[in-house]
């Protein structure tokens, strides 16, 4: 199939077509950038969030839960179900995760599971590409759920327009852990298993830690704890709700254009700096670039004036902070 | 105080020219590559050492402990506390760090507290260039000590040659969260407050997480697990012995060569992409940066092609998967 032709097949809601797409930018195929600059600009539909919070915590149930919620209410459905620390992709990673094949049927839930298969920078890059994907094909809702909630999965998640963390009763001193990274990243917080007991107090220690934090001042929305059962599907609606209002909130705030704004200010900076990379490796070669590495370690050269030099030589102006 | 002068007189032990150079470093002062290209030559003998681990492991007071066991060792000591969620710098942040005074009259012993005033990766940089300095200056261990165990910390500590990784007995679902990104960055591990109940099972647990760590089969180095109270000082003896016998493992193994070319790599990677973002605002200036980001907001651009032309633009060759 040409390139071309699959964008459109994609963009006329080929589902087969957006499976291809899906998998021709895991693999990092040359065509992809082609295909991806044709389906930018049927994007910015969907409604993408973020899904993360500690191993354990309930979150691919509550997801499963979720997209049900919301097929109920008529919306098309994406999951991206990612773990960057595995390295196996493409199928069921987690046994959780084969629960999900239930929505499978639905030709309005489209699920994936992606892995890691190089750098973790790499891998957010897959998933926002894949995101752009499912976006331009027309789903409403676009859910990316991570793992675990360490620095790769932040990462991740954080280029969502609405971040759920999910916590469960009686974390202890993880509510330190979610501190850490977490917190700040967090729009909604889902206290999930809340049959359990503990379930009020973990809400109340998020809520004291949320308190603590002074960014959040400068924010309009007030960011909710619910109370979720994933099991029985009870706290589901509410979460459904509040993902709305989220984002009926980040409209109304002008935040959704700004933090637009902010992931294409960093998605453009990163091709710009693979240019960079791809410049050196033309300009200056593994060969030589090992050559001066090395000599930087040995101490007869210096990081700064080797920089100045090879800045220079790929056509980079020498920058202003040179010795005169 | 001329730039070759102040490089000069640190070189030759002059304890305020170094308070200066770090002062300099935190301020991201013009003058300070030039002093940094100059220094860099005169490093490369101190033994760098991270400390991370949650809030509350008494990270402080057994960094303090180890101290004075190295001075004991006729060891001159370099301490750079670092605290990427507070914005003060250069004093005591901590109720803990005033412990740290007692050492602070011992002319061998130089502490340095740090917090973020820009970027992270602007945190993890100015720590390299200070550890740079100290190495200069002739300290012969300079411990890094993060107040936390964020995805901030764990950057700042990946730089260290040793990582130090300190748990608490009884954490319970916090091993979980030491799984997250901090398991693969410990070369020894420390169950600080030893006396608690617990010690040994938290230990057990830390050992089993790392038989399961597949990637440490690659290498010689068996992570010791080792128990300390930082209040009696017990088991501190035997975390200077263990550091020690790292730093030797790590340049029988060509590994302290392999760690130094991986950072010097990272380094010159980040000083070229520094000269990537002055080209950029040299030639395409931030009115015009914004404009394109909006139009690509608004989707009447695509980032790639942008990309492609700012990269052709600022003298960067295009990227070889653009559309013919």
Redesign the interface.
Known sequence: MATPDIAERLLAGDRRALARVVTLIENNA?ET??I???L?????RAHIVGFTG???AGKSTLVMRLARELRRRDQRIGVIAVDP?SPFTGGAILGDRIRMQELAGDPQVFIRSMASRGSLGGLAATTRDVTRALDAAGYDIIIVETV???????EIVRAAQSVVVVAVPG????I??IK??ILEIADIFVVNKADRPGADQTAAELRMLLSLDEHRGEHVWRVPILKTNAHTGEGVPALADALAEHLISLRETGQL?AR??QQ??S???A??????????E?TIGPEEWDR???A??E??R???????E??RR??????????P
Chains 1, 2 share one sequence.
């Open positions: 040359p950038r082609q991806l600059a044709r930018h600009a049927h994007g910015g500690s191993p354990g620390s675990g909630a360490g620095q790769a999965e932040v974390m202890g001193d993880d330190q852990a850490a990274g254009a637009g704004g294409v200010r998605e453009m900076l091709l710009l700096h693979q240019a960079l990379l791809a410049r050196i033309a001066l590495v090395t930087t370690v101490r007869s210096d990081p700064y004036t080797t920089a100045d090879l800045a790929i056509g980079l102006a020498p920058s202003a902070t040179t010795p």
